[in-house]
């Protein structure tokens, strides 16, 4: 890709602004309770029989008849047991039964089944309530695990599957607000196919820059079975790379979205370029990025909750070699940094090594790719060897992944 002449030859140190979180939860309707069962009632006792009258005296005085033993009274028949509930709507509890009266001669009547929570079945969904599929809290569109991705072993293609990208400028909902977002989907016919939900990445743009200069690159990586999201903004924040994360995880829980059960809301990656990187840095302490990777940039990288990378070039003056390798070394989580060789910072992160980099790395650590961890683990690892690169550096802890 060719930047194009509006990237400034130095970038400013990207200053991370405050981060709001988001807080994600489905909630699992209780299922519907079945109607109570009617109780029988217990028979009553037959009368006492009559003590018989006293013969009378006679000479002999013959005794008086005894008299006879009442008839115990018959037990009551027990009550039937009521029939449980249909399936409620999402689940609701039924009301209880009404227990059945005490039997008398013949025994009481059953009590009468409570209904449970409707007639009908509950709606299909993820999460199963009162009903058959009862809908958790009325979201049809899931977090269910994603089908596995097709493995992929080389990330110089332009198309890495699930092209030609569909592309959607200048977008937005009345929560983003004023600002606008730029999202970069696999093709319509391969989106979510197979089952497979495909993970989020948020780009941020360097100083100045849009996203009309890096739309070929973003585009190419939705390709690699990505939907990435870019904020339309020349000075891209972290706030701003946040709000455009939001915006996509409200689509993918909007059964009338096309998003909707196509998208792993578990899996967020974070990047970015210069200025953009360092916002994507500032994302990334946040608990729900589970990888992050940036080009020419550096930032407070201790704060990072994931395994991250960088690529830099070893004639970089903004963000120089010397500097990011040592956030590298000094990271508390696995990290690794590669130099490109002869390269300044304006030209990093259009360099096909560069991009090849990001992708393998998220292809790796979202879809698994064997190729992609075979580029940054180990002593003999790919970058390690190649001589387009100038230095490397990781932590001890990258090549345990």
């Known amino acids: 890709m060719t930047l194009r002449t509006t990237l400034r030859n130095r970038q400013s140190i990207f200053s991370a602004p405050s981060l709001w979180a988001l807080t994600l939860w489905l909630t699992a309707c209780a299922p519907g309770s079945s109607g109570g069962d009617g109780i029988g009632g217990s028979g009553t006792t037959g009368a006492a029989g009559t003590t ?36 409620g709507v999402g689940g609701r509890g039924g009301t209880t039964g009404t227990a059945g009266s005490t039997g008398g001669s013949a025994g009481a009547s059953a009590g009468r089944g409570g209904t449970g929570g409707g007639a009908t079945a509950g709606t299909a969904g993820s999460f199963a309530g009162g009903g058959a ?85 973003l585009g190419r990586l939705a390709t690699y079975g990505f939907v990435v999201v870019a904020p339309e903004q020349t000075e891209v924040t972290a706030d701003h790379m946040n709000a455009a994360i939001d915006y996509v995880l409200r689509l993918a829980n909007d059964p009338a979205s096309g998003d909707c059960g196509k998208i792993d809301t578990t899996k967020i990656g974070s990047t970015g370029y210069s200025r953009g990187g360092g916002g994507a840095i500032t994302v990334g302490s946040n608990a729900r990025i589970t990888s992050t990777f940036i080009f020419a940039s550096n930032g407070n990288v201790r704060n990072l909750k994931a395994p991250w990378g960088v690529i830099g070039g070893d004639m970089d003056t903004t963000f120089n070699w010397t500097s990011i390798s040592s956030a590298v070394t000094g990271s508390t989580q696995p990290a690794f940094g590669a130099a490109l060789a002869g390269i300044d910072h304006n030209r990093v992160a259009g360099q096909a090594k560069a991009q090849e980099g990001m992708i393998g790395w998220m292809r790796w650590r979202f879809m698994g790719d064997q190729a992609g961890h075979d580029m940054f683990v180990g002593a003999a690892c790919k970058i390690c060897s190649d001589a387009t690169f100038s230095g490397v550096v990781k932590t001890a802890s990258l090549d345990s992944l």
């Open 52 to 87: 018989g009258s006293a013969g009378t005296t006679g000479s002999a005085g013959t005794m008086g008849a005894a008299g006879t033993t009442g008839t115990a009274g018959t037990t009551g028949a027990a009550g039937t047991t009521a029939g449980a509930g249909t399936t």
């Open 133 to 217: 599929t009862g809908a958790g809290g009325g979201n049809t569109c899931g977090a269910g695990m994603s089908a596995a991705f097709p493995a992929v072993s080389d990330y110089t293609a332009r198309d890495g599957g699930f092209g030609p990208v569909v592309a959607t400028r200048n977008t937005g909902d009345t929560a983003l607000g004023a600002d606008r977002v730029a999202v970069f989907r696999p093709a319509a016919a391969k989106y979510g196919q197979g089952g497979v939900r495909h993970p989020i990445i948020v780009w941020g743009n360097g100083h100045t820059n849009t996203v009309d200069i890096w739309q070929g690159f």
